[in-house]
T-cell receptor, first 116, second 110 residues
């Protein structure tokens, strides 16, 4: 079965430090990859996505992610975090489904806590 | 940009009540989804719809139903609310290959 694993449920980090949030997926078919962010009591907002082409994808708020097909990973990174980056981060994989549709499979989320 | 609007941010309902959660999107997208989000369980798909009057069960449809009479509106219905349906409910529309989410409705059933 297809699945998405976010390897860390919680990541505490100090302000201005670098951070990496890890995401691995299992799928044997072509996939699209996403990272979403959720601030407290908000909906989800798209950070970045990988569809094809360059494996290094840049998103909003200074985040980037690298698609590694051989390791089936899509880790999210930021070189210097701010207090305002404190949020829940979700990795998701879109895989082809029945008919001409696609199914989105979600990781359980990583809670990033940026401390002063 | 696509906008997905959920009509209520916070709701408190009593056990046994029939509850309607409304979601509207403004860009004529066909695919719409309802998720619930609980700590430690991530996002779980309740129902989705590929077009008007079409609906498909997701991973946890029990206790819920949906209505899609118009393309822009996708309603989630709790036929008889129970305390274990206390949760954050998120509506989404598929926009290209990604999804756009509403702000969520935090439902408390007492």
């Amino acid at each position: 079965a297809q699945s998405v694993t976010q390897l860390d449920s919680q990541v505490p980090v100090f302000e201005e430090a670098p951070v990496e949030l890890r995401c691995n997926y299992s799928s044997s078919v072509s996939v699209y990859l996403f990272w979403y962010v959720q601030y407290p009591n908000q909906g989800l907002q798209l950070l970045l996505k990988y569809l094809s082409g360059s494996t290094l994808v840049k998103g909003i708020n200074g985040f980037e992610a690298e698609f590694n097909k051989s390791q089936t990973s899509f880790h999210l990174r930021k070189p210097s975090v701010h207090i305002s980056d404190t949020a829940e981060y979700f990795c998701a994989v879109s895989v082809a489904n029945a008919g001409n549709n696609r199914k989105l499979i979600w990781g359980l989320g990583t809670s990033l806590a940026v401390n002063p | 940009d696509v906008k997905v609007t959920q009509s209520s941010r916070y709701l408190v309902k009593r056990t046994g009540e029939k509850v309607f959660l409304e979601c509207v999107q403004d860009m004529d997208h066909e695919n719409m989804f309802w998720y619930r989000q609980d700590p430690g369980l991530g996002l779980r798909l309740i129902y989705f719809s590929y077009d008007v009057k079409m609906k498909e069960k997701g991973d946890i449809p029990e206790g819920y139903s949906v209505s899609r009479e118009k393309k822009e509106r996708f309603s989630l219905i709790l036929e008889s609310a129970s305390t274990n349906q206390t949760s954050m409910y998120l509506c989404a529309a598929r926009t290209g290959v990604g999804y756009t989410f509403g702000s969520g409705t935090r439902l408390t059933v007492v």
